[in-house]
């Protein structure tokens, strides 16, 4: 009787040599591949064919988008959860419930063994064995990358090792950028972004847009509308979150929005070089974050702005299945009860432009704010405040004042 490894597939080069390389490596041992489809669009066309000819057994395409959205997307988004101000976590938001459907997989299969393709210098590795472990810890964890059996130590190795067995090289020699893509984002790495001193090539990089310069000389409006915390609407109508997403990548792709080139910190400890395209992604977190300037009063603000660091951390590091991240998520979502309203923004070459907001929850009061002197607030009324909340300032110098007089 055949053993059972469940291996999470992508069909890109590093799943597609380890089908082969178990079957070498085990004996009797059956792979069954497993492709998530979180929106990654075309890239799970012809995957079947493709997994089945290297020798898998089967191919499950679970289609998990709009689970990607709803459990993981948009509380990010409640949460403003940005890692090192510029990454909006687009391939770290995928991979928890990537790994959570490969346990379950693996339950259903009866699988020994849990296999992905991470290396043993990415971010992906402890995401996805984190959540192994948090679903499934009597499940082995099989990462080629970190064996002795596996002799592969780069890019060219993999294309050499396929080209030998006679497998179609599922890449472009000259174009081997390794990405990651799901409907929240595009990443690349490798090639000239290995050297953080070469500017990227966005000709031929870029998927999901075009450049600042290639934008239109035209501005571009749009208006979101959110119900506590979650978009609903897109120039007032009623949308899926597959359809929120699909629409404001399209429109903020083609206005040059969303591209980031990053140097950042690895968990494992390094630092890496990578450019992100997330234009739907960036369009939404500022639009939410319009809003919430409207609707949330000072404090809750000001807290909510210390965890959304210690948020993106744990999403970062894959630790998402967690105490932790469950309590920030039900702190976040009562903050979110009032988060309900409209934002404009202006769209032009790369930039993201307010344009109005509004909300029966607007805690923006004109009569106070105005400069014309209302009934609810007195210019007097500062008179004491200032006297009060100066007052350490005050002593400060009358102490200065009596020492330098000695």
């Known amino acids: 009787m055949s053993r059972k490894i469940v291996l999470a597939y992508s069909g890109g080069l590093d799943t597609t040599v380890i089908i082969p390389w178990l079957k070498e490596l085990y004996e009797d041992v059956e792979v069954i591949a497993v492709c998530a489809d979180v929106g990654q669009g075309s890239e799970t066309d012809g995957l079947e064919e493709r997994a089945l000819s290297t020798g898998a057994s089967k191919l499950y395409i679970e289609d998990l988008t709009e689970e990607f959205i709803t459990d993981v997307i948009y509380p990010t988004v409640k949460a403003n959860a940005v890692y090192e101000g510029k990454y909006l976590l687009g391939t770290s938001m995928a991979r928890p419930i ?82 990651d893509r799901n409907l929240w984002h595009i990443s690349h790495e490798g090639l000239e972004l290995e050297d953080p001193a070469n500017e990227p090539n966005y000709d031929r990089l870029l998927v999901l847009g075009v450049t600042p310069e290639q934008a239109p000389d035209k501005d571009t409006y749009i208006e979101i509308e959110f119900e506590k915390g979650i978009p609903v609407a897109i120039d007032g109508k009623k949308l899926s979150p597959i359809e929120i997403m699909t629409k404001l990548n399209e429109v903020g792709g083609a206005n040059g929005i969303g591209i980031a080139d990053i140097v950042e910190n690895r968990v494992v400890g390094m630092k890496s070089r990578g450019v992100y395209e997330t234009p739907g ?100 009324d500062a008179v004491g405040f200032i006297n009060l909340f100066g007052l350490p300032l005050k002593v400060r110098a009358m102490m200065k004042q009596r020492n330098e007089n000695k």
């Open 98 to 179: 990537i790994a959570k459907r490969l346990v379950e997989i693996a339950r259903k299969e009866g699988a020994f063994a849990i296999c992905h393709g991470a290396t043993g210098k990415g971010n992906d590795q402890v995401r996805f064995e984190l959540t192994v472990k948090a679903f499934a810890p009597d499940i082995q964890i099989i990462a080629p990358w970190k064996m002795d059996e596996w002799k592969m130590q780069s890019r060219e190795d993999e294309i050499a090792y396929l080209e030998e067995r006679g497998i179609p090289v599922p890449m472009k020699k000259d174009d081997s950028y390794s990405r």
């Open 281 to 380: 992604g960036t369009i939404l977190m500022y639009a939410h974050r319009e809003l919430e300037y409207l609707c949330l009063d000072k404090q809750s603000q000001q807290f909510r702005e210390t965890i959304a660091t210690k948020y993106a951390e744990l999403l970062y590091s894959g630790e998402w299945y967690t105490p932790l991240r469950e309590a920030l998520d039900a702190f976040n979502d009562s903050l979110q009860e009032t988060v309900t309203g409209k934002v404009r923004l202006k769209l032009y070459k790369g930039n993201i432009i307010s344009a109005g907001s509004s909300s029966p929850y607007s805690l923006y009061d004109e009569d106070i704010a105005s400069f014309t002197t209302g009934e609810l607030y007195s210019h007097k």
